[in-house]
């Protein structure tokens, strides 16, 4: 599937990396860290290959982000993901201060961002990124719905 419109460069690379999880046999999610256009760090889904159950795509582009930049605080970031982050991503994304999330597809069973448990509604949150969703909607949706047809 494609869009009307060219993807934003940022997700496009997100996608890339999402299929490049697929093919290592992970849930098929990328992410992608970008100040001022520039790509600082990015990941995919890692959780079998590393046995690390936080081997989020946006946690490993965080961390790459947060080394090329030499600070745990992004702030002026923004990230790209394909799929709307879970309360753990959610977490991350505002401790690390991202500015901007751009979110490809919605995810109404793990998502917390605008599904669950909404992690940057509650007054315990202390920074909120402005949020973007649906950008290259249609293709992570179809990317994870062929993942997971495939193994059924």
């Known amino acids: 599937m494609s869009t009307p419109f060219p993807l934003p460069q940022p997700m496009a690379r997100a996608l890339d990396l999402a299929r490049r999880a697929a093919q290592a046999g992970e849930v098929p999610i990328g992410a992608v860290v970008t100040r001022d256009g520039v790509i600082i760090g990015e990941g995919e889904n890692r959780n079998r290959r590393d046995s690390d159950p936080t ?32 309360a753990m991503c959610a977490g991350a ?39 973007y969703s649906g950008i290259g909607e ?3 949706s179809s990317l994870l719905r062929t993942f997971f047809a495939e193994r059924r």
């Open 55 to 86: 081997a989020h795509a946006e946690v490993v582009a965080i961390r790459a982000a947060s080394v090329a930049l030499g600070d745990y605080r992004l702030t002026g970031c923004d990230l790209w993901v394909t799929l709307e982050p879970c």
């Open 93 to 131: 994304i505002s401790h690390a201060r991202i500015a901007r999330l751009y979110v490809g597809a919605a995810d109404p069973k793990g998502g917390a961002v605008e599904h669950g448990a909404r992690v940057f509604t509650h007054p315990q949150c202390h920074h909120r990124p402005e949020l």
């Open 138 to 140: 249609s293709e992570s």
